[in-house]
């Protein structure tokens, strides 16, 4: 009886020091991070296994995100707080213990797949406060000898719980950080308002700053047009189209004839709220908040709108933000009216300003040059300004050059002469000429300002590069000294991008030749906009098909993650394109998209004649094969397995297949792009991917019952992912054949 007393204190004791030394190793801890790392680590020792994870919860998303984890796998893992044994913890608020996971129905296999982990038993408990709120789970992954017990978990909530008050404190901290971050973005706002002067660009800044600050989906500024007594948006996101309303109608007319800041939690409730404005823009207003814009004076001159706080309504806090914020706009506007007025005085010195960067001389009324800047001194090919100011104007522009003497005597309004052909110094240089005539108060004649934008050798191609890619990445190759070298044959790793417009010949035929040409520049300039944003090159157009390249002739850390952004881009671009058409009257767009990382060969290729910069080898292949699947599996980007391990940052994606394509003798993996979907594009999508992905793995298996059971399952949730109802059809296909046979590799009939 004795020998047990004396074991259970000796148990007690050391159960006390475990605990002690919790407290020890996260009292010197300074950021949550490092609390939470500290915890996994002595859980981990004690408790003796493999690994282990801090699951916090997002409450915006209602999703577990791996907050703290062990291993190599360092992407963010992300799923639904109901699901999983993770999921079943934080839930039903109590610990699990879990000897043999793949037999647990609660497991989540997907997690394994995505990490490349095996997991065999698991430890959970749920992550609380001091105050006892959840905030998530720490799970522990294969006790290394034996099974996890009723003592390990008993120790592991003890050491959870002892850990809440310094977790707790970081998590204050952090969020007092985060105010204070915002506290000193608002600054920062104020402080740029006080500089800026271009009121566009002003208003667009305050406009995203709010959006980003209030975590809502978009904001909007109306003004009031006193003309036609109309609210129209002088800014507003995701918006193709100006709005127009009586100033008098919805919230904002609500606010704007009555002064008052509106706080609505569900629009649709309100009977002030007016539908029509969402049925014209195809968005879907949840919860919204408005305030008046007032000028010096205290008159109202339009409203200030916030649409779709993420995770509910907006709060008092929010009210205070926005009211502040339009305090600012309303600064902004009355800075940048002011300048504009001024600036329309002082035409004169704002245009020599404007123009510095090039060449420019400014001749008074008698035809005496008053000014000529250093760029200038240097295209005209003059020791110094003692050799021009002051002198007549002919008497500088002679010669092959008298031309432009005649031509200023006989411009009345602004003359743009591009390609000009000019000669200084027994050298002949290509510019585009500008030749301005200056004028002050009530029109009163200065006289004339010329610029002179030397376009020659170095610029000249620029200009015609930078048609294929981004300007900055034409820089980089005219300022390389090896700039030939790059330009020449090479090996390298490249990201390649085929798009491809669907049904594009029978749209061809209602539009007709002009039609066709000029929709296509018009399609043609959205997508390219979207592939140089991303430091990509435009190698060529094949009819209505465009091949793109990341990662040469100047390569980025992150070239797959590029043209991966500037694919989805291009879907954002589509859309907004579309808006446009269907103003228009015209039918939708629809395209396709495959992206593929492999070792390439890029040059200068072709004859003598005529040199195409591009890129060949099978790599190339690969993408247009890929792109060319969007329309089986109906989707709208694809990419192979070698741009999706390649990829730096999280993306939303689900593997498709494991395919032999056409002319190919190995297997690749599939993945489609899914970050560009909204909730109406793609309804139920967490729900979908992971039902979809159930019956992918057994899909794999050969077990082709369940599979179609998981897929069926998919349809419900999205009966327009074509995806799911393929796999239908295609496990039906292949019950016929042996499980045996089966290695999960299906082969491609076509390209």
Known sequence: MATKTKSQISKKEKFSELLLQVNNDLAITNSLDEALEALVGITTSIIKCERGTIFLNDPKSEELYSRVAQGNFMREIRFMNTKGVAGWAYTNEQGAIVHDAYKDNRFNKNVDIRTGFRTKSILCTPLRTVSGKRIGVSQLLNKLDGQFSDEDLELLEAMTAQAAIAIQSHVALEQMELARKKELEFMDLVSEISSELELTSLLSKIIATITTMLDAERSSLFINDEKTNELFTMVGEGLSQELRFPN???????????????????????????????????????????????????????????????????????????????????????????FDNIQSLMNYNESM??????????????????????????????????????????????????????????????????????????????????????TGGENESLGMLLMIEDISSEKRMKSTMSRYMDADLADQLLEAGDGDDMMGGKESIGTVLFSDIRSFTTLTESLGAQGTVGFLNDYFTVMVDCIQDEGGMLDKFIGDAIMAIFGTPVAHDDDPDRGLRAAIQMMHGLNEFNEIRKSQGLPPVDHGMGLNTDEIVSGNIGSPKRMDYTVIGDGVNLAARIESSCKKYGAKILMSEYTFEALKATYRTRQVDCVVVKGKTEPVHVFEVLDFHSKETFPNMIEVLEMFNNGIEYYNEGNWEKAIAQFKKAQKGNPDDKCSNMYVERCGILKKRDPKDWDGVWVATSK
């Not at 609505?264 to 969402?278: C, E, G, K, Q, S």
């Not at 339009?302 to 309504?313: F, I, R, T, Y």
């Not at 008698?366 to 104007?393: Q, R, T």
Request: charged fraction near 25%; include cysteine; charge should be negative.
């Open 248 to 338: 008098h109608m919805g919230i904002a007319g609500h606010v704007f004839t009555s002064g008052e800041t509106v706080n609505i939690p569900h629009a649709y409730a309100d009977l002030r709220f007016n539908p029509a404005v969402d049925k014209t823009t195809g968005f879907f207003t949840r919860s919204m908040l408005c305030a008046p814009v007032t000028n010096k004076d205290g008159k109202i001159i339009g409203v200030s709108q916030v649409l779709n706080k993420q995770g509910g309504g907006f709060s008092d806090e929010d009210v205070s933000r926005l009211t502040a914020f339009t305090s600012q706009i309303s600064i902004g506007i009355e800075n940048a009216s002011l």
């Open 353 to 438: 300003l404007n123009s510095m960067s090039n060449g420019v001389i400014t001749v008074d009324g008698d035809g005496i040059v008053e000014k000529c800047n250093p760029a200038g001194i240097k295209i005209l090919k003059i020791e110094s300004e003692e050799n021009i100011l002051k002198k007549e104007f002919k008497t500088i522009f002679k010669g092959k050059n008298k031309w432009i003497v005649e031509k200023v005597s006989k411009v009345e309004d602004i003359d743009f002469l591009p390609d000009a052909e000019l000669e200084f110094g027994g050298e002949k240089i290509s510019c585009n000429l500008t030749i301005m005539p200056l």
